[in-house]
């Protein structure tokens, strides 16, 4: 009895099943990690040209901005450089380049003479402000309102006097809709003032004061142009 009772302990033991070893899911040492996930080489791209593009938006030459440049234009500042290096404006005088973009460019004169200046001064060809007849003050100012409602508020002397009164001015040359030469008559300098149409309810007035002594007038004048035209868009906006 005592034998088969050996016997069926030891099948019973046999029957049982071995206990499952445990995996340790510690790293073992000297093992290396998974790298992280890096961002992959396109969305570099994308992101550097989008960096690219919002400083070249930011660009700002002879006191007008890239994007206004470029919806005046149809080029932005960026491209008006690259395009008047490969024409050999660096050699050339302000008047050629100014022609040149008039002329094989149809730029309007006004515009054609901002880019000329603009230009010189990204290449270092002359001061900040400064151009070949003294230093220049530059503004603009978008109004919601139409075009010829825009130029009747400068070329009526009434209506002009409503948000630039006691101004020393004197009107020498105006094209109806279109540009207006004035004399300052403090001091021998000019403004010439290019009226742009926006769409059916929006225009722009861009103005250059040029012939003026210094940086300091330019500063002057700056400020003086800037609370000009923000109480011309009060008058024609009626606010």
């Given at each position: 009895?005592?034998?088969?009772?050996?016997?069926?302990?030891?099948?019973?033991?046999?029957?049982?099943?071995?206990?499952?070893?445990?995996?340790?899911?510690?790293?073992?040492?000297?093992?290396?990690?998974?790298?992280?996930?890096?961002?992959?080489p396109?969305?570099k791209?994308?992101?550097?040209?989008r960096?690219?593009?919002?400083?070249?938006?930011a660009?700002?030459?002879?006191?007008?901005?890239?994007?206004?440049?470029?919806?005046?234009?149809?080029?932005?500042?960026d491209?008006?450089?690259r395009?008047?290096?490969?024409?050999?404006?660096?050699?050339?005088k302000?008047?050629?380049?100014?022609?040149?973009?008039?002329?094989?460019?149809?730029?309007?004169?006004?515009w054609?003479q901002?880019?000329t200046?603009?230009?010189?001064?990204?290449?270092?060809?002359?001061?900040?402000?400064?151009?070949a007849?003294?230093?220049s003050?530059?503004?603009?100012?978008?109004?919601?309102?139409?075009?010829?409602?825009?130029?009747?508020?400068?070329?009526?002397?009434?209506?002009?006097?409503?948000?630039?009164?006691?101004?020393?001015?004197?009107?020498?040359?105006?094209?109806?809709?279109?540009?207006?030469?004035?004399?300052?008559?403090?001091?021998?300098?000019?403004?010439?003032?290019?009226f742009?149409?926006?769409?059916?309810?929006?225009?722009?007035?861009?103005?250059?004061h040029?012939?003026?002594?210094?940086?300091?007038?330019?500063?002057?004048?700056?400020?003086?142009?800037?609370?000009a035209?923000?109480?011309?868009?009060?008058?024609?906006?009626?606010?």
């Amino acid at each position: 009895m005592a034998a088969k009772r050996k016997v069926a302990a030891r099948k019973a033991v046999a029957r049982k099943p071995a206990a499952k070893r445990k995996v340790s899911r510690r790293p073992t040492v000297g093992a290396r990690r998974k790298p992280a996930t890096t961002r992959p080489p396109v969305r570099k791209a994308l992101a550097g040209a989008r960096k690219g593009a919002t400083a070249a938006k930011a660009v700002k030459l002879a006191g007008v901005g890239s994007e206004a440049v470029l919806k005046a234009t149809g080029r932005a500042w960026d491209e008006w450089l690259r395009l008047l290096d490969r024409a050999g404006a660096k050699s050339l005088k302000h008047k050629d380049i100014a022609l040149m973009l008039s002329r094989k460019f149809a730029v309007p004169d006004w515009w054609s003479q901002m880019i000329t200046v603009g230009y010189e001064q990204a290449r270092g060809l002359r001061a900040v402000y400064q151009k070949a007849d003294g230093f220049s003050a530059h503004a603009s100012k978008t109004v919601g309102t139409q075009l010829a409602r825009l130029y009747a508020a400068w070329s009526d002397p009434i209506q002009r006097a409503r948000w630039l009164p006691n101004a020393p001015i004197e009107v020498s040359r105006s094209t109806d809709g279109k540009s207006m030469r004035i004399r300052w008559t403090q001091g021998g300098s000019r403004v010439d003032v290019g009226f742009y149409s926006k769409g059916a309810d929006k225009s722009m007035v861009a103005l250059e004061h040029g012939k003026l002594a210094s940086a300091r007038a330019v500063a002057t004048q700056k400020a003086f142009w800037s609370d000009a035209l923000a109480r011309l868009k009060i008058v024609l906006e009626g606010r």
